[in-house]
């Protein structure tokens, strides 16, 4: 069973969708088999930058808002990439007909069953059941896909921004994330938090990392050391659909960083897990790894 990762954050324009498409890049190359879900149906960026503008092709190509708004399953919609290990299951934005998906709206009317509807498409899956790991890339917001994402994933990974740091919004996802856990989903774990883009004024960045480390300090959430600078490169990787890996050296800005970002994820999932199996006791066994 794959490693479901939720990329969550209240804020829009923090480096969800790069970090997911950066992280999910990195344990592909690594060997890896890793699935993105792009479940931001009303931007679709992930699917932009993996496969491209999937909705603006001809032929009518299904995605996960398909899925959802008229049946069948993931395994119909999950398609490989130019990367090996990597695949996605891409949002569409648009229906055959050029309407908005409004994903939302339609969880929303189904109330109970739209919370789920992702975990259980997912539970159903095939194709992400022999995966090693399942990245979700979240909506900017903290409304019902998000929490679906919460409710479907075993970990959630929080990407800040140091340039305009918002303590609340990081606050009031935390809680949201503890919530679901603590409510509906006890096998969700809280990965951490980790800085996706580094502000290069020293005084601004020192201030922000202190704030981070208070706010772990606090919380008890990881607070990831590897920290991601800013770099006008990420800017025109959407669009060629490559990763800071295709296009600069390991030593580059950013290349460096990502690499040590996904060696540190690996290791608090590690620790993570060898945590719970002593208390699995109490909680039962986790999915099979
Ligand atoms: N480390 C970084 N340095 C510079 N620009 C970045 C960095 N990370 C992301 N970006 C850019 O910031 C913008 C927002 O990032 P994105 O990942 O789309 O955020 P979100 O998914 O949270 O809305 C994009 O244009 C992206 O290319
Ligand atoms: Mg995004």
Redesign the pocket.
């Known amino acids: 069973m794959p490693r479901i990762i939720s ?1 969550t ?1 209240q ?11 950066h992280i999910a890049s990195r344990l592909a190359d690594l060997g890896f088999k890793t699935c993105i879900i792009d479940f ?1 149906t009303t ?1 679709s ?2 699917t932009r ?1 993996v496969i491209g503008p999937i909705w603006e092709q001809s032929e009518k190509v299904r995605g996960i808002c398909d899925i959802m708004a008229n049946g069948g399953g993931l395994d119909d919609v999950f398609y490989s990439t130019d990367r090996e290990n990597l695949f996605i299951i891409p949002s569409e934005k648009r229906d055959h007909r050029g309407a908005n998906y409004n994903i939302e709206a339609l969880l929303n009317q189904l109330g109970l069953e739209g919370f789920n509807l992702l975990k259980d498409l997912i539970a159903e899956s095939v194709e992400l059941s022999s995966c090693h790991f399942v990245l979700i ?2 909506a ?1 917001s903290l409304g019902i896909t998000t929490v679906s994402s919460l409710l479907a994933a075993d970990y959630f990974i929080i ?1 800040v ?1 140091t340039s305009d740091l918002s303590m609340e919004s990081i606050g009031d996802t935390i809680t949201a994330g503890l919530k679901v856990k603590r409510m509906q989903n006890p096998y969700l774990e809280p990965l951490g938090f980790f800085v ?3 502000d290069k004024r020293p005084k601004m960045a020192k201030k922000a990392i202190i704030e981070l480390g208070e706010l772990s300090t606090k919380t008890g959430i990881h607070f990831f050391e590897t920290m ?11 669009r060629d659909k490559k990763t800071i890996f295709d296009t600069t050296k390991k030593s580059e800005r ?1 290349h460096r960083e990502y690499l040590s970002l996904v060696d540190e994820i690996l290791e608090q999932i590690k620790e993570i897990e060898m945590s719970e199996t002593k208390s699995d006791q109490v909680k039962g066994p986790r999915k099979e790894a």
Request: glycine content about 16%; hydrophobic content about 30%; cysteine-free.
């Open positions: 990329v954050g804020k829009g324009g923090i480096g969800k969708t790069t970090s997911t498409v931001d931007q960026n992930a930058s890339d979240n900017p990407p921004q996706a883009s580094m991601i600078p800013i770099s006008s490169k990420f800017g025109f990787l959407p950013g």
